[in-house]
Structures are given as C-alpha cells and as structure tokens.
C-alpha cells in the first residue's frame, strides 16, 4: 500500500487526569484510522496529556501493563495546574501543537471508524474553520443538535442553525482558525469551560460545516462516579461559565438576533435545568442547601442579567420556562422551587409550546417552530449516520 506524501496533520488531544478511564478505548478509535488518512496525505496522531498525574511511568500512575506506549503516533505530556478541569491540559495541547487541525475527545468517549476522514474532508471542500461532529449519545441516538436547517446546509449560519445548541466543540478544528480567533477554553471554572469559546467559535470564526451522514463522536457513561460536571454545587460555582460569558466583549457588542439566540438556549437548557436538577435532588444535611434565599437571590440576578443582554426581552422562551425563571426568584425555599416545578410539568402542551405573546410562538428561537422543523428534519435526515461501531480495537 502506497501513501501519498505527508502534507497536512490531524492531532487528537485526549486530556487524562484518572488511570482507570477507559482511555486506551480512545486512543485505539484514533489510530485504527490512520492508514486511510495517510493514504491522502494526512499524519494523524494522539496526543494524551497526564493532567495533574505525577509519576516517572505509566505503569505507576495505575495504569495496565498493556496501555498504549509512546509511539510514532502517540505522544504523553504532562501538565499539572492543579485545577480540577480540562481546560487546562486542553490549552496547553494547543499552545504545542502544529497541527493543521486538531480534535479533542474525553477519555471516556471515542471516535466511531471512519469518522475524521469524513470530518477531514468536508473541511477541506469547504475550507471550514471547524466541522461540528455528529454526536452519538450514550443510549446510541445521534443528537438532534444544533437546530441545523432540514434543508441541510453546505456551511451552516449561527442564527438560522441553531448553532448555540451545540455547546461543545467536538469534531475538526482548523488550527490556524483557532489562533486567529484567539481560542481558548475557560480556565479557573470547574464545569463550563467550554461554552464561551466555543459559541465565539462558530458564531465569530469562518465556515462551520456539518458531515451529513459522517460517522460520530461517541459519548459513553464510562466516566464512573467522580465526573465532576455530576454534582450539584451552588449556583455561583455552577455558572462561573455564565458570569465570564455575559462579560465578554465580543458577546456585548453583538447584534440583538445573536444576543437574544445565545441568551435563549442559556436560559432554556441551562438555567432551567439547573432548576428542575435541583427540585429534583433529595436534600442532605450534609451537603450546601438545594435551594435558600441566598440562592434565590443569585438566581434573580442572573437571570435579569442573561434578559438584558438579549435586549430586554426573549420573544421565543415557552410560557412553562418563562413562568419558571420568575417563580425561582420568588422562591426562598426548596419546597416552593418544587412547586413551581411541579407547575411547570402540569402546563402541558400549551405552556410548551406557545410563548407569553402568541404573536410571538412561530419566531425562529420557538419550541413550536423547533418541533416543526424537527419533522422536516426527520424526513431529510439531517441526523442520519452509519449505525453505532465500537473502536476495532476495543
């Protein structure tokens, strides 16, 4: 078999801060893919970065005697900051790399076969800054996200597809896009980190593409019990993410569309969930309270915060989530935050898909005109992939 002349490079960027993910799984799904990449002149390689490990070997950070070593497409770094989040190491790969493009994947996750040429070659047809992965959910669906159009796009634009609904940047990105944009994920936060820059990435970037029918990025439940996204924390700590987004100078001095768009999913997916996670939770006495006045308080204020910068209103929010994010506000205790849960589920489908103003219930950002194209997109396979694969080496 002949390859052709190495002329560009994928590096993969697993950051790994616990020997007993399953991250050989990882590093497997990357490397199986590497002769059909190099048959079109693309070096593909993995980079693992040991984060917060400190140890001379693998063998003595825990890890099995049969864990991938260092190879010609395998590179171990280490980076401690003592920070439990994968900002860190993240940015730290990409301070490194030389990479044409770069994707990262968690250590519990893997790439389903044949998916970076795909990725790779949508990105070179359209020069794309970044090709957003279909995501395969750990119960095996494709994700319905972002909101893409059914028409199915060949570059996809941030208000008209829904791009704020995909809030990690999972699939290829474009190195020299990433540095002219200044990338970088958020340090300092624990959960989050994410978000901002990639919102900044595809709504201030270049082209962004999806690979209609391309294999997927495939998430698990492997994680085990220390994930640290999994717990409840008080809401200043949980939306860390969500003061440094709202101060964002790109963000302040973007259109009212964009603004109201970005603010919208925020509040819909998750201001409201950390609601309903929080009603939903037994309370302990060993642990900080649910929900309080002091909670509530900060609640109000971030959420009238998240309403200004959308321009003073959010003409598609549902009726059941507007009437929820002002009954919270009200709330001083755990037991009248779950009323006003327990309201929101009993406001059936009307409080779901209609908003405050009727007029306003078919704008684009709506629950209704969303089910809508959802059908359409059904009907046009905008999330169809090849069924679910494990890794060959697995």
Known sequence: MEYAPVNQSIEVVIPVHDPARPVARGIASVMDQRPALALRGVDLHVTVVLHNLAADSLSQLGFPADFPA???????????DGVPSPAGPRNYALGRSSATYLSFLDSDDYLEPGSLLAWWQVAEKRTAAAVI????TPAGSILAAPRIRPSKP????????????????YGLLRRESLLALGFGYTE?????????????????????????????????DDSGPGRVTSSIRPLRQEFAWLEHLLDTDWLQRASTSERRAIMHKVLRVHGVGALLRRADAPDSPDRSPLWDPEES??????????????????PGISRRDSALVVAAGSAGELG???????DYRRSGRTGELLTPRLQDSLCRDSTLRHY???????????????PAAQPAAS
């Open 70 to 80: 260092a190879t010609d497409g395998v590179t171990y770094l280490a980076h401690n």
């Open 188 to 220: 300092g936060i624990l959960t989050g980190e994410d978000i901002e820059p990639t919102l900044r990435l595809w709504f201030r970037s270049g082209a962004i593409c999806y690979p209609f029918g391309a294999p997927a990025y495939h998430q698990t």
């Open 372 to 386: 809508l194209s959802e059908r359409l997109r059904a009907i046009t396979g905008v999330f169809t992939a090849p």
């Open 297 to 314: 308080a900060y609640w109000r204020g971030i959420a009238d915060r998240t309403v200004a910068l959308a321009g003073g209103s959010i």
């Open 154 to 169: 060949r570059v996809l634009h941030p208000l008209r597809d829904g791009l704020a609904y995909r809030s990690v940047p």
């Open 133 to 136: 992965a279909p995501l395969r």
């Open 336 to 342: 009248q935050l779950r009323a006003a849960v327990a």
